[in-house]
């Protein structure tokens, strides 16, 4: 069974600058659509940047300008790089990877917007 594994979450103070990457457990072929989510606490789970194979990208109004989502396609691996961090950033950042129909999801990495 495929895992997603994140890293690069903690605590940051406002401003400051955090990078998530995100890798299967095992070499799953090429990917479609790599994407980032966040869950904050009561809320429900939303989009923060999707990055296609086409190299088309997507991100929430509330990022652009700060975040900056990649890939690397030889190491299936996706990044985000968050800069100006904010506290309302503050959540659970789950990656997202999709081949075809399957749809593969990290367990999530903490990130904490706080001074």
């Known amino acids: 069974q495929v895992q997603l594994v994140e890293s690069g979450g903690g605590l940051v103070q406002p401003g400051g600058s955090l990078r998530l990457s995100c890798i299967p457990s095992?070499?799953?072929?090429?990917?479609?659509?790599m994407a980032w989510f966040r869950q904050a606490p009561g809320k429900q789970r939303e989009l923060v940047a999707l990055i296609a194979s086409s190299g088309a990208i997507i991100y929430a109004e509330s990022v652009k300008g700060r975040f900056t989502i990649s890939r690397d396609n030889a190491k299936i691996t996706v990044y985000l790089q968050m800069n100006s961090l904010k506290p309302e950033d503050t959540a659970i950042y789950y990656c997202?990877?999709?081949?075809?129909?399957?749809?593969?999801w990290g367990q999530g990495t903490q990130v904490t917007v706080s001074s």
């Open positions: 095992r070499n799953i072929g090429s990917i479609n659509v």
């Open positions: 997202k990877m999709q081949q075809g129909t399957a749809n593969y």
